[in-house]
């Protein structure tokens, strides 16, 4: 079983910046992919990012592509998102999520194993 803590959200305007940090423990962490979704109020649960155990393969949804960075430090079991320009459609809860079935960043929500409580990012314009 593993356990996910996600934290760094917070309510900020558009342009701005935040760096979103999600902690992993319980189980090896390494051999994770790990992802990142979003959940906005009435809508599904939508995937942003992805990032493969070794860092060398990432993925995005085009509505972040150039604007959010997907990172980690596997000798900290921690996986990062960078949120650069923000903008107010960016509002939404945002979780992280393991998988350890399959070894390249996904879309699918099924997918994922583990998933954290979340952290809330509000942007306003």
């Known amino acids: 079983q593993v356990e996910l803590v996600e934290s760094g959200g917070g309510s900020v305007q558009a342009g701005d910046s935040l760096r979103l940090s999600c902690v992993a423990s319980?189980?090896?962490?390494?051999?994770?992919?790990m992802g990142w979704f979003r959940q906005a109020p009435g809508l599904e649960r939508e995937f942003v990012a992805g990032i493969n155990w070794s860092g060398t393969s990432t993925d995005y949804a085009d509505s972040v592509k150039g604007r959010f960075t997907v990172s980690r430090d596997n000798a900290k079991n921690t996986v990062y998102l960078q949120m650069n320009s923000l903008k107010p459609e960016d509002t939404a809860r945002y979780y992280c999520a393991a998988d350890f079935r399959t070894g390249l960043p996904s879309p699918v929500v099924s997918e994922y194993d583990a998933w954290g409580q979340g952290t809330q990012v509000t942007v306003s314009s």
């Open positions: 319980g189980r090896p962490f390494s051999f994770a992919v």
